[in-house]
């Protein structure tokens, strides 16, 4: 595995792979890896010749009050990960490199990035479309690899990648789960012991709510009831949103037809960590 | 020369072009073709292999109140020029292959586009860069060549391939005149006979400001203030703005040091065609 920090690099590298009629896969992360990260590098190996994973804890997706600083970075410990999983190459630039003053240029998607996680963090998603459209230019790849687990972020880039017309394949990998069902997450280390051991009623919540619908159970506010129920049982528990959505436009309903594929999804705050989890069914 | 109208058709080509190692040059442009826009052509078959020009009068840069429906449409004309100028590929989209519905991703570039023209027209280049950025992707060029005439459109483009990270040298053509001074414009086909006679006043102010400030003068309201006068003279001209400012930055300056590079700029109405001229100037 070959890493690399600088933009002109790894331009060079992907246009002679590209030359030589090499198919790239990029698996764009902010580092921390753990299982579900590693998974997408393995989804990116099945369907390219070229795997480059990034990591690159991204500035702009951040609020002022959320966890820039303190997010978890370990590269030594991440480039072994990667390079097991199968990277090809490991590219980490630094803030100033991606993000060279006087820097002035967004990506917007206007309505999906309104709702759920986007009225929680109105600013994130502007940062993450931004800094996936520059990686998508910087590494040229034929598919670009996200996981499930955010799922607004996928549909998000999703429909970024295919209103500006960018020459990739957007793949979405599924969510992988911890022995007791928490989904993975590099913000799952700050969770306290006792916040750990709760944590597991947010996958609970959303099996739950696949039983509800596939059981024939129509009206959202009964769903997302439930759901309430039994997260608000955990008294560590604090919770942002729970959603019943339709996952084309990630518009709330109130009711669901049957054929339609909806967005169970949640955000809960265990103590100053938030997690996030969701499942995508269709109606029967 | 070869006629395209899907984007999927045009993207079998380029990843072709490029699988031969073919060098690609693009030439934007929204149809009404002119002596300047062939220039352009002539720079990009300099630099590349293959030149595709693209014609799409682009809705989402069109204020509501300006000219989208009456901008002159002449297809037949147009693709006899742009094989007389030499391109390869006429790529030539409709509203619908661009903007499929639901369509909701912008490119934003947030200081350079708040002054000068951005200041007449608010959205104009959130529209400019949104459909450079598509075509950008569509058409996947190594250069990409616009026109001087439009010099913060240029700017803006610049600094949007820069921060994004596209891959492509964005190249600019100088201004092509009329035999009297005009700046070449699609839109100088909107004025009437008097209105045209009137309208040299706008290159001739721009080489008055040429000469001051070679000549030493520093203040720019002298140099506004002379044009001033001069374009006034003209009875059908209304001006919109006059700016000596920056050339990096675009930011307006009352004194100029020597050595720096300043652009000097105006829009003006004559009866409700608006034209533009311009000219880079270093400061001795």
Do not use: C, W
Request: net charge neutral; hydrophobic share 40%.
């Amino acid at each position: 595995m070959k890493q690399i920090a600088g933009i002109a690099e790894l331009r060079d590298q992907v246009e002679e792979l590209r030359r030589n009629g090499r198919r790239i896969g990029v698996v764009p992360t902010m580092g921390a890896l753990h299982e579900g990260h590693l998974s997408l590098v393995r989804i990116a190996r099945d369907r390219s010749d070229v795997v480059i994973m990034t990591i690159f804890v991204n500035p702009t997706q951040f609020a002022p009050t959320e966890d820039f600083a303190s997010y978890p970075r370990d590269l030594q410990r991440d480039a072994d990960l990667a390079r097991s999983a199968g990277a090809d190459i490991l590219f980490v630039p630094s803030d100033k490199e991606v993000y060279p003053q006087p820097y002035q240029t967004y990506v917007n998607v206007e309505q999906l990035t309104t709702v759920l996680e986007g009225k929680s963090r109105p600013t994130h998603f502007r940062g993450v479309t931004t800094v996936v459209a520059k990686l998508l230019n910087m590494t040229m790849p034929h598919i670009a690899v996200f996981g499930q687990k955010d799922a607004q972020q996928a549909a998000v880039i999703r429909q970024m990648a295919k209103d500006l017309n960018f020459p990739v394949e957007i793949i979405v990998g599924p969510i992988v789960r911890e022995a007791d069902g928490l989904a993975m997450s590099s913000r799952n280390a700050y969770l306290s012991g006792e916040e750990r051991a709760q944590s597991p009623v947010l996958s609970r919540s959303i099996q739950r709510a696949e039983v509800l619908i596939r059981g024939g159970e129509r009206e959202s506010s009964v769903i997302i009831g439930d759901m309430k129920t039994m997260i608000s049982a955990q008294s560590l528990a604090s919770i942002d949103y729970i959603s019943v959505a339709e996952y084309a436009t990630l518009r709330e309903l109130a009711r669901l037809a049957p054929g339609l594929t909806v967005l169970v999804s949640l955000a809960v705050r265990f103590g100053k960590t938030r997690l996030i989890d969701n499942t995508i069914v269709k109606v029967p």
